[in-house]
């Protein structure tokens, strides 16, 4: 176990650094000047100069990546150009908002999409399973914003039931919090919950069809106790590796939904940052975001090895 | 007992409700279509942040709903006989939020933060101004390099505006992290895109116009959404209704729409001189660009893309500014007249254009309208959606034959006019250069009155328009802001900047 989490950790250190440079790269290929863009309707001759040269927006790509990754190793993710703040300050703004919202969404995801995947395993080829197919079928072939822009003609223009969109902190009002995420988080986690049922009832599929269950439906187990403690156990292995990945999209922000909802969050942020050219703000969110990612791989690596004990070396 | 319990719970909820209100402070939410970039008036270069200035830092000058420049923290000015300086009189006792006192001493101040700072976005449009004189607490004076007649117009935006010295000293470039200005509302907290919170400022000038306790600022940027949020009432007011929407608005009882003819147009900008893709007809023949103006139909533009709601044109100003040259009305759609013009010129049709269009529903919609219309008369404009970013790098570098583009609009025609048709300004991007036309525009900056500048874009207009310069000007946008009828007092501006002094909320 020690050995497995050593070796995985000393892959990630060139991992983020691939990353890192993946993502400096890339964006110098978009097109555009971020200096036009900042330099506003004006474009005054001098400001455009100014502005290239207090971003070093003359220097080769090299010299600026060097520049970028000294200040993140120092801690300094750069400054955002559009707002004069820092990086480090936006990501902080933004992190606490984009994990309730993935957070939420999984709870919708997994409290709809792993009973109804069981459920159609169990009663295959019942109503309960085509039911379940049409819903999962809904769920993936639904766009997000267009089932947002829906919620909010429905729970807000004509009902008035909860606000159309902003975002409340859990901190400031528990209450107007949950009632300004839950729309968004349930188109979120609607999507997702398709995919998981899919691959729940796949999995379940599977393990009902293998001996250990039919030597435990033998010994007499009453069917509940078959399904939840032996088939589900043993197919829950890849759907937490499905899950641990989701999360990290999820948290990688839900680009659609947050602009749709207004939610600020690392989704809305990296869209207006790619319109602005503000490279700083897209380099440190996407640097964050994909670091978080390759954590919760690691993660889900280790819950796998305690879901399922073959993998212990 | 039920029966009790109920009144009494009835009573307890009624009275809980009258103590809420009265205790309640009043808060105007408004919807921006973007987040505004830094708070910092020299430094901050969108229009959404503007909407923002309007109830933060008080200019020196504002206008009024006819373009008239009006006093604000200055009380008159006047202009020396050779146009070289000019003295303004600032208003007494006005304090900025901070406590600190407004004069001659914190107006030179401001305006040399903003002529002087790293980076600042106000140095080129106040650049006619040499030095800043204190001639005493509540006089300063203007030593100009040349006369200038636009900057008057100037005072009355970011460049007039007056922030508090030792704050922005104490501050240096993070000053738009906490803005202190003399304005109605002072700052109180900004989460980025998510909100803007200000609150009445004790001490303003004009404090017993301002009614309304707080103002939160809460930019989304789908108008879809930002109108169901009206609608629901999670928002008091919202900025740039789309057209298409104004049915929608008008049929909601509890929504009140108001418009006002923007400053700014939207035109096709032709690439005459900038690099090879200029080579073309269009670009090198007049006669050929003459033609293209004359296979649209301003008027039918209008009523496909926008109800008929907002104003064609063809000039940079609309007819409702002193400046629009009457003699130069739009012509009416003549193909017949288009196609002997292409016929003289000796080109054969079909001509392809390269038509570039920044991507989004209202401009695309416009393109393919004029698409339609020119075909008819033997053009064949080839649609090229680019991305607003990079639409900008394009058009800078030439890489493009005809572009649709718009300006938000300045006070002064000037704004509208002369970096666009001037040989090597930054915004002339189809490299058109025509000495006469610039010397009638240095005509127009020296000039004292109405009567001796229009007379100099007259000259312009004769030169420019009817394809002989670089834009084919098509409209002038409807400013449009719909609010809750609980707001009272809004008065729609020209700037579509939203004016906070007077608003009551019922």
């Known amino acids: 176990m020690l050995a497995f989490l050593t070796r995985r950790l000393l892959q990630i250190a060139p991992t983020i650094v691939l990353v890192s440079m993946l993502i400096f790269g890339l964006q110098q290929l978009l097109p555009g000047d971020p200096a036009l863009i900042m330099a506003g309707e004006d474009r005054d001759p001098a400001v455009l100069a100014q502005i290239r040269e207090q971003y070093r927006l003359n220097d080769p790509v090299p010299v600026r990546y060097f520049y970028w990754a000294k200040g993140v190793l120092a801690g300094d993710l750069g400054e955002s150009m559009r707002l004069k703040a820092p990086v480090a300050s936006l990501v902080e703004q933004k992190l606490p908002v984009t994990l309730q919202l993935a957070a939420m969404a999984l709870i919708f995801a997994l409290g709809i999409g792993i009973p109804a995947g069981i459920v159609s395993a169990v009663k295959k080829e019942t109503a309960w399973d085509y039911g379940a197919n049409v819903f999962a079928l809904w769920g993936l072939s639904t766009p997000n914003f267009w089932?947002?822009?829906?919620?909010?003609f429905l729970f807000s223009v004509t009902l008035h039931w909860l606000p159309a969109s902003g975002y409340v902190p859990l901190g400031e009002d528990w209450r107007q919090s949950l009632g300004t995420t839950i729309m968004p988080a349930f188109v979120l986690g609607n999507a997702l919950a398709a995919v998981l049922m899919r691959h729940t009832r796949g999995a379940m599929l599977q393990a009902m069809g293998a001996d250990y269950v039919r030597t435990a439906r033998a010994k007499g187990l009453q069917e509940g106790r078959v399904v939840l403690k032996h088939a589900l156990r043993n197919a829950m292995t890849p759907v937490i590796t499905l899950g641990a990945l989701e999360f990290g999209t999820l948290l990688s922000g839900a680009v659609l939904t947050e602009q749709v909802f207004t939610i600020p969050g690392f989704g809305k942020l990296i869209v207006d940052s790619v319109f602005n050219r503000d490279y700083a703000v897209v380099q440190g969110?996407?640097?964050?975001t994909s670091t978080i990612y390759i954590l919760l791989n690691l993660l889900a690596d280790i819950a796998y090895m305690l879901v399922n004990p073959r993998l212990r070396g | 007992m039920t029966k009790t319990l109920r009144r009494l719970a009835l009573a307890l909820l009624l009275s809980a409700a009258a103590a809420g209100s009265a205790a309640a402070?009043?808060?105007?939410r408004i919807g921006l279509a973007e987040d505004p970039d830094v708070l910092d008036p020299t430094l901050a270069r969108t229009y959404v942040g503007r909407i923002v200035f309007a109830s933060m830092c008080d200019k020196l000058f504002d206008i009024d709903q006819k373009m008239n420049i009006v006093p604000q923290l200055a009380l008159s000015h006047e202009t020396s006989e050779d146009g070289k300086t000019v003295i303004i009189k600032l208003r007494?006792?006005?304090?900025?939020?901070?406590?600190?006192?407004?004069?001659?001493?914190?107006?030179?101040?401001?305006l040399e933060r903003h002529l002087n700072m790293k980076g600042s976005f106000r140095k080129p449009e106040i650049a006619a101004i040499d030095s800043v004189e204190v001639v005493d607490p509540l006089t300063l004076k203007l030593n100009l390099k040349a006369p200038f007649s636009p900057l008057l117009a100037q005072l009355t935006d970011r460049a007039g505006m007056m922030v508090a010295p030792k704050a922005a000293e104490a501050a240096g470039d993070k000053f738009g992290l906490h803005p202190v200005c003399a304005g109605p509302y002072k700052f109180v907290e900004r989460v980025q895109q998510d909100r803007i919170v200000v609150e009445k400022f004790a001490d303003y000038w004009n404090k017993d116009k301002v009614h309304i306790d707080k103002i939160t600022y809460l930019p989304i940027v789908d108008s879809t959404v930002r109108l169901a949020n009206l609608r629901s009432g999670g928002l008091d007011l919202i900025e740039r209704v789309l057209a298409t929407d104004i049915k929608t608005v008008r049929e909601d009882k509890k929504i009140k729409l108001s418009k006002a003819?923007?400053?700014?147009?939207?035109?096709?900008t032709v690439n005459v001189a900038n690099g090879a893709k200029a080579d073309n007809p269009l670009g090198k023949d007049a006669r050929v660009r003459q033609a293209l103006e004359l296979s649209i139909d301003r008027d039918?533009?209008?009523?496909?893309?926008?109800n008929g709601e907002f104003v064609p044109g063809n000039q940079w100003v609309s007819s409702q500014n002193p400046y629009y040259q009457q003699k130069f009305a739009p012509p009416k759609r003549d193909v017949a007249k288009a196609k002997a013009l292409l016929k003289e010129a000796g080109v054969t049709a079909p001509i392809p254009i390269d038509f570039m269009v920044p991507n989004g529903v209202e401009l695309r919609q416009v393109a393919e309208v004029v698409q339609s219309m020119a075909a008819e008369a033997g053009f064949d404009l080839k649609i090229r959606l680019t991305e607003f970013a990079t639409s900008l790098k394009q058009s800078e570098d030439g890489n493009f034959q005809l572009f649709l583009i718009g300006w938000s609009g300045r006070?002064?025609?000037?704004?509208?006019?002369?970096?666009?048709?001037?040989?090597n300004q930054p915004q002339d991007v189809g490299h058109y250069c025509d000495k006469e036309v610039e010397a009638a525009h240095q005509q127009a900056r020296a000039g004292a009155d109405l009567a001796t500048r229009k007379a100099a874009y007259e000259k312009v207009a004769a030169k420019v328009l009817n394809g002989g310069g670089p834009i084919i000007y098509l409209y002038h946008p409807q400013v449009l802001v719909a609010h809750t009828d609980k707001l009272d007092g809004y008065v729609p501006m020209p700037d579509g900047l939203i004016r906070v002094v007077g608003l009551t909320l019922k």
């Open chain 1, 147 to 152: 089932l947002g822009i829906l919620l909010i």
């Open chain 1, 285 to 288: 969110v996407v640097l964050v």
């Open chain 2, 25 to 28: 402070q009043s808060n105007l």
């Open chain 2, 92 to 110: 007494p006792n006005v304090k900025f939020h901070d406590g600190e006192d407004f004069n001659a001493d914190a107006a030179k101040y401001s």
């Open chain 2, 261 to 268: 003819v923007s400053l700014g147009y939207v035109g096709l």
């Open chain 2, 300 to 306: 039918a533009l209008n009523q496909v893309v926008f």
């Open chain 2, 411 to 423: 006070t002064d025609p000037d704004g509208n006019s002369y970096s666009f048709q001037v040989c």
